[in-house]
Structures are given as structure tokens and as C-alpha cells.
């Protein structure tokens, strides 16, 4: 079974300061996919970052990068000059190999609320 | 051009009733996701097609649910004596190919309120 953990339920950040939101995993399988998805108050969800794991460079998105710690299953997202329409919720997800039973379905975290504020 | 679209966006049903929930894939997407998202939570799978093959309902949470995708394309989501606790919102996704490639970003629709009271 495969599980995604985000232990902060709200962030707050001030604008054009950087954030980081934390997320953990856990996964049996040897080659997997993370993610990042943003999702609004309109609630569709957004694609904002991806990690393929056999990678070891840690993926960037102009100000959105990760810190990825494979051997800790560690998958920070760092947020950098924070802008007010960042506010959203933000979900951790984790991918397998759909080679496998998993068919490339997600398992997400149970989300980190951020704010930015003025 | 456009993205993944969902009907109703909302829905209130009476404890009892059935539902039908709609999801239209961006065209040409082999694979199509569906996910129940309940408040402040994360989406959970349900169930997988690749074209018109349901390949994995792990996720259904009853045998009141059921889905479909006849053609390949247009998918639906059916809730008989729909419950309190089937209140949620109903995320689908598509993604481009089945298999688990860089390609495989998955592509989420608006999502659809249920409310059962």
C-alpha cells in the first residue's frame, strides 16, 4: 500500500516571501512518480510540479521547486516570491509504476492550506 | 482545446435517490480516472478505464457504485440509493496514454458537488 503524509493542515505566508510545505511517503515499489497539484477555491486541480524518482536532480518550475530526499521519503515544495494568487490548497500525490496494479492511479495527501497574504 | 469537463457541477439528491455524474475527457485520452474527494480531504481513487476497459474499481466504495464508459470517452458515474455519506465532491481525470511515462500527468475536470440529504 502506498500512503502520502502532509502534517501541516494551513501555511501562511507573507507576499514575496518563500514557503516550503512538507510531505512524506511511503511506497514499496522501486520506481514511482510525485507530484504537487494545486487546487483553488474554484477546485479544479492544477498540476504544479513533478518528480520522476530514479531522477536525482530535484525538479524546478520557475518559482516552484522541490527538495526531494529519496532514502528519507521526503518530498518538500518550496515556493519562492509568493504571489496572492498562490493561495490554494496544495496536495502532496504519490504515482506508481502503472506497469504494475496501481494503473497509474494517485494517492494524495490530505492537503496543506496556504495563504498569502499582502 | 478544452479540458475536462463535469455535469452537474452540483448536485442535491435525496437519501435514497440514484445519480448519474458526467465526465467528459480531453479527446484522444486513453486513461480516465475518477476520484471522491470528501471536505477538507484528499481525492481517494475509485476506479480506472483505459478506452472503454475498466481495468480497477478497488476504490468503489459499494456495490451502489458503479461506472462506465461505454465508447471509450465519455465516462459516467452512477450512485444508486445514494446516502448521507456519498456527500462529496467527484473529481474525474484523463490522461493521455495508459502506462506510468512521464506522459501520464493526469488532468483534472471542475469536480462535482454531491449533496445528499
Known amino acids: 500500500a502506498q500512503t502520502v503524509t502532509q502534517s501541516q493542515p494551513e501555511m501562511s505566508v507573507q507576499e514575496a516571501e518563500t514557503v516550503t510545505l512538507s510531505c512524506t511517503y511511503d511506497t514499496s515499489e522501486s520506481n514511482y512518480y510525485l507530484f504537487w497539484y494545486k487546487q483553488p477555491p474554484s477546485r479544479q486541480m492544477i498540476l504544479v510540479i513533478r518528480q520522476e524518482a530514479y531522477k536525482q536532480q530535484n525538479a524546478t518550475e520557475n518559482r516552484f521547486s522541490v527538495n526531494f530526499q529519496k532514502a528519507a521519503k521526503s518530498f518538500s515544495l518550496k515556493i519562492s516570491d509568493s504571489q496572492l494568487g498562490d493561495t490554494a490548497m496544495y496536495f502532496c500525490a504519490l504515482r506508481g509504476n502503472a506497469g504494475g496494479t496501481s494503473y497509474g492511479k494517485l494517492t494524495f495527501g490530505q492537503g496543506t492550506i496556504l495563504t498569502v497574504h499582502p | 482545446g478544452a479540458g475536462v469537463s463535469q455535469s452537474p457541477r452540483y448536485k442535491v439528491a435525496k437519501r435514497g435517490q440514484d445519480v448519474a455524474l458526467r465526465c467528459d475527457p480531453i479527446?484522444?485520452?486513453?486513461?480516465l480516472f475518477w476520484y471522491q474527494q470528501a471536505l477538507g480531504q484528499g481525492p481517494e481513487f475509485l476506479t480506472y478505464f483505459q478506452n472503454e476497459a475498466q481495468l480497477d474499481k478497488s476504490g468503489l466504495p459499494s456495490d451502489r457504485f458503479f461506472a462506465e464508459r461505454p465508447e471509450g470517452s465519455v465516462s459516467t458515474l452512477k450512485i444508486q440509493r445514494t446516502q448521507q455519506e456519498d456527500s462529496a465532491v467527484y473529481l474525474c481525470?484523463?490522461?493521455?496514454?495508459?502506462?506510468?511515462?512521464?506522459?501520464?500527468?493526469?488532468?483534472f475536470g471542475p469536480g462535482t458537488r454531491l449533496l445528499v440529504l
Open positions: 479527446s484522444g485520452h486513453v486513461s
Open positions: 481525470a484523463s490522461s493521455l496514454v495508459g502506462g506510468g511515462g512521464a506522459r501520464e500527468t493526469q488532468y
